[in-house]
Every structure is written in C-alpha cells, then in structure tokens.
C-alpha cells in the first residue's frame, strides 16, 4: 500500500510485504542523515511536551496512567524491585524519572536534542545521545526497554545485537511496538496513523517481532495489549481523515478496538513484548 506522511510533509512512502517472512516495512524512506526533517515539528508528540490541542492533550494524561504501570510491567517482569535499566528512545525523559524515582539506576539514550536537553531541565538526567548506544559496558543492565521506538530505527538488526550484548545473561528486554494486524489497522488501511511513515521504517506484528526477536538470541515470555493506543490512533487517524467529530468517530472505533483486544489481545493496536536472553 501507499500511506501519505499526513504529520509534516504530505509525502506518500510504500509499503512493501516480505513474501517469505511476512514483515512489511517503509520502502525508499529517508536514511539516517536525512529523517530528521521529518520529525521537525514542535508538535511531534514523543519529542515535546506540548499540550496544545485535543490530541496531545489526551496524549499525556494517558501517559500519566501508563508510567505507573510501565514502571510494574518492569518490576514484574524482571523480578527486581531496582536494579539498572537503560531506556533506548527516552524521548523527553518522562519514564526513565519515573524508574529513577523508584529507586533504579538509570540511563537512557536519545536522538533528539532538544529532548535531551528537557531530560536535563526537568529531570536531571544526563540523557545520552545514540551513538553512545554502542560504546556502553558488555554484561552491564538488567533491563533494556524501548517503548515505541524499535519501529524507528535504521539499524535495526545492529541494535537488537547491542541489546543482547548489553544484558546481564538473566536479563529483560521490554519493547512497545505498533501491531499492523490490528483491528483499527485492518479497519483504516493506508490511513492508520501508527504507520507514521517515513518515521516509523519497521511495521511489526506479534509473529514479526518474535520471529526478529528469536533470530537475535531471544525468547518471548510474555506480551500484552496496550488497549489506550487505539483510542488514540482512532483520533488521529480521523482527524487525518477530516472527519467532521474526530474526537467522537475515533472513540467509537476505539472502544470497538478494544472489544475486540479482550477477545484476542493480539488484535490490540500496540503490544508490549517480554523478552529474555536465551540460555545456551
């Protein structure tokens, strides 16, 4: 399919479908030197901390919610009260506070640096800039997370070896993705706005991702729905759509998402999936 980058340039991207593996990807996106336009706005949500407008306003008082419970999804997954984590794609700094508030080491990475330098202002975290993914102790972390970044990154396969590299042998990996097979992707096609081309290069399904993940050196043990996700994908993608009540329209697809989430997680808008080294 051809999706449009409906959030800062009006270019249409490709989709294009492995026929052997089934992972659909951006086709012809911009290369790592090149993106950076296309995040070049100062309403691009997970890089700012605007709440002007409907949509981010609901953005973050969600986000309020979701820190509580991303920071026991870390505990209960690991199994460690506090330990050293690192957040890849840390955005403006929002949850790694939060795990350094409970009691956590914490580290973080981000490309952005004008996030970093919020992480700073706000939080006094000294927010690392992606390069230093690379450079950082072998062995050293007991948690890696990436909440809605993976789909972001060039260096895809390179990150995911840096990743297993730099967990402790018991370690957890924890990533959000967007899911594709998902009841409002299916609903709006070409419109969903979790396909966010050219930023979004990978478009993930649970099978994709495992499949990824198993390639990598690890093991899935758990995944869950994220059911507000849809919500606010609806509104978005309504509002794309010109739709006359975006905010009405994307909350009666939303609610049918999530019905339809409670029958088969897997047909959530966004999963959240646990990973774990394998042992050899």
């Known amino acids: 399919m051809t999706c449009t980058d409906h959030y800062a340039t009006g270019e249409s991207f490709d989709l294009y479908r492995c026929t052997g593996c089934d992972f659909l990807f951006t086709q012809k996106a911009p290369v790592e030197a090149e993106i950076g336009r296309y995040y070049e706005t100062p309403d691009y949500i997970s ?67 004008e996030a970093r330098m919020f992480a700073k202002e706000h939080f006094g975290i000294e927010v690392m800039s992606h390069e230093n993914l690379f450079a950082l102790e072998k062995k050293s972390l007991d948690v890696v997370t990436l909440w809605h970044v993976m789909e972001h990154l060039e260096q895809l396969n390179k990150t995911w070896d840096t990743i297993y590299s730099l ?15 998902s009841y409002d992707a299916l609903k709006y096609k070409e419109m969903w706005a979790a396909y966010d081309v ?11 991702i495992n499949e990824l993940a198993t390639r990598h050196g690890f093991s899935l043990k758990e995944k869950y729905p994220m059911p ?39 047909k959530s808008s966004s999963m959240i999936y646990i990973f774990r080294k394998k042992q050899l």
Not at 167 to 181: H, Q, S
Not at 198 to 206: D, G, I, M, N, V
Not at 238 to 249: D, R, T, V
Request: contains cysteine; positive net charge; glycine residues 8%.
């Open 228 to 266: 507000f996700d849809a919500f606010y994908v609806s509104m978005l993608t309504e509002k794309y759509k010109k739709s006359l009540s975006p905010f009405i329209s994307g909350l009666i697809t939303g609610t049918m998402a999530w019905f339809s989430s409670i029958q088969s997680k897997e």
């Open 47 to 113: 890089h700012s901390d605007t709440h002007k407008g409907l949509m981010n306003s609901v953005y973050h008082r969600v986000r309020k919610i979701m820190l509580q419970k991303k920071a026991e999804l870390v505990e209960k997954s690991s199994g460690l009260s506090c330990g050293k984590i690192l957040d890849i794609g840390t955005g403006t700094g929002y949850f790694i506070n939060k795990m350094k508030e409970n009691g956590w080491d914490v580290s973080a990475i981000e490309k952005s640096p």
């Open 167 to 181: 967990l402790k042998d018991n370690g957890t990996l924890i990533i959000a993705v967007p899911n594709c097979k």
């Open 198 to 208: 050219p930023r979004h290069l990978w478009h993930f399904t649970p099978s994709t």
